[in-house]
């Protein structure tokens, strides 16, 4: 080390330190990097102080340590080597200024010379890297590698540093274990080192961030189970250490939620959206520390927001959950089929034996009375699949209760994109509920709230800037009118002989339907009003059934009129002929309406013998 004197040094160093934690926004607006070149001063000072590195084989660079390679890298395992001795401890301190250097440029967006920095910090710490004085840092310099290089996304390579990360914690912890120091005490007198319990916390806390940036590089690298498993476990220890923003937090257990609702594991989704819906609520009400600051109460737009979009994620809890036991239950015209519901009512009983006993243990956040709030959150809402009307009613009102809270926030003015799949969630609900209604009538009630909440949608959207979004509405509106219309024909062939008022409503819920129905097929043309003769992929399911169900709704119009009977028996068999010659010409359409298709072509080849036996009665007539 230099001669300068120790306390010189350390009174640099922490002058840097409080620099680096100024606030970006508390610096001139001209100059936002003002803090940190200020801290970048000081610690080159401090590094002049120091001297320059001895000359030592191990602190050259290596072949080895070029990025992607080395033991640094690929998580080898370290052997203990004590730092200790002037040549030891001067690489350390050295260590400890080139990854404050190395964060400090990393902060100013100057990332190559961040990077020069932590490689440095790295090769001083390679030998020492698995003792008390040195593994904090070391793991932290890695870290930083391992975002630095996320951002750049060359993601093998930031997999690779966090991964090594990883590997040494879990190493140290099981060959050393006791607290080590965290960085900043090589620069502290011995009265003012950290006391073991704030070690362990610090240090915790480096590899609950080495957790949570290996779970956005799963994600990355389209590794979802795995992405789940560190989100979940950073989530998991967060609260274990208190260290945490509440708003940050249930967000992201929240968004965890949805992972397991894809698939299919509703009691850890509900337990992460439980969890979210507690301790957001802590908001404001827990104290500050250097992880938990008041900004989230500093935003009360943002609050709003997030409050809303947690909502979403409840509404697609409820939602899926619903579909899945709908598609569980029904037989192959979309009807409930009894003895599939008699099936899993058998199966009910297993499913709680099982899920509470294995899974429950696996997906628990919190102890105590934060365990509790969250039990208490859950057992308002049911992870099971509901079998009937009653369960599946609990459900609805639940989500109901979230697209409320969802639409406070995402209305139409500002967010229009989102308060329409805020409406489109509410309208699949009544959709879904109305699977388990057995009551026609009431059936019927459910489309028609579906429609009045749809239709004003469209009214005021550009459908030049909103395309698919009025496509979608425009195919959901039809075809919320087609069911109801089936419902009316199911309840009028019941009736002896319906009365005017059933026929004319019959015919009304035709003609709406077919009007979305040919608004949605219309805007598949083109400037010219030609309809395309290669329908897109992503449209291509929706058009055929679109012309199904059109071809469908002219045959069931009910007019006394015989040569308006005809005509309409016309216009179904070109839709019908439609769909079988397009598929003719392009079989990869065929996959997509297996049974539509089918269909297509016994109507193409009963029709024609149907309007001939027409033409004969009405020439005899």
Known sequence: MADAPWAEIREKFQAALSLSRVELHKNPEKEPYKSKYGARALLEEVKA????????????????????AGDHALGLPAELVEAEGPIAQGAVRRAV???????????????????????????????YRLSQDCVSLYIQAQNNLGILWSEREEIETAQAYLESSEALYNQYMKEIGSPPLDPTEHFLPEEEKLAEQ????????????????????????????????????????????????PV????????????????????????????????????????ATEDTTDADGDVPELYHQRKGEIARCWIKYCLTLMQNAQLSMQDNIGELDLDKQSELRALRKKELDEEESVRKKAVQFGT???????????????????????EARELFLMGQHYVFEAKEFFQIDGYVTDHIEVVQDHSALFKVLAFFETDMERRCKMHKRRIAMLEPLIVDLNPQYYLLVNRQIQFEIAHAYYDMMDLKVAIADKLRDPDSHIVKKINNLNKSALKYYQLFLDSLRDPNKVFPEHIGEDVLRPAMLAKFRVARLYGKIITADPKKELENLATSLEHYKFIVD????????????????????????????????????????
């Open 582 to 621: 397009y598929c003719e010409k392009h079989p990869e359409a065929a996959q997509e309406i297996e049974v539509e298709l089918e269909l297509s072509k016994e109507m193409v080849s009963l029709l024609p013998t149907k309007m001939e036996r027409f033409r004969t009665k009405m020439a005899l007539t």
């Open 368 to 390: 105590g009375e934060l365990c509790d709030a969250i039990s208490a959150v859950e057992e308002k809402v049911s992870y099971l699949r509901p079998l009937d009307f009653e």
């Open 198 to 245: 704030e070690r362990s916390k610090r240090f915790e806390k480096v590899y609950t961030h080495n957790l949570y940036y290996l779970a956005q590089v799963y994600q990355h690298l389209e590794m979802f189970e795995k992405a789940a498993h560190y989100c979940h476990s950073t989530l998991k220890r967060q609260l274990e250490h208190n260290a945490y923003h």
């Open 97 to 127: 200024i080139e990854f404050h250097l190395g964060v400090n440029h990393i902060d100013t967006e100057e990332l190559s010379a961040g990077e020069e920095h932590l490689v440095k910090c790295l090769r001083l710490l390679r030998k």
């Open 248 to 287: 940050e937090w249930a967000i992201n257990a929240a968004t965890l939620s949805q992972f397991y609702i894809n698939k299919q594991c509703f009691m850890e989704a509900r337990h992460c959206l439980s969890a979210a819906n507690v301790i957001f609520g802590q908001t404001g009400k827990i104290p």
């Open 49 to 68: 102080l120091l001297g320059p590195a001895p000359e030592d084989e191990e602190e050259r660079p290596h072949a080895e340590d070029s990025l992607g």
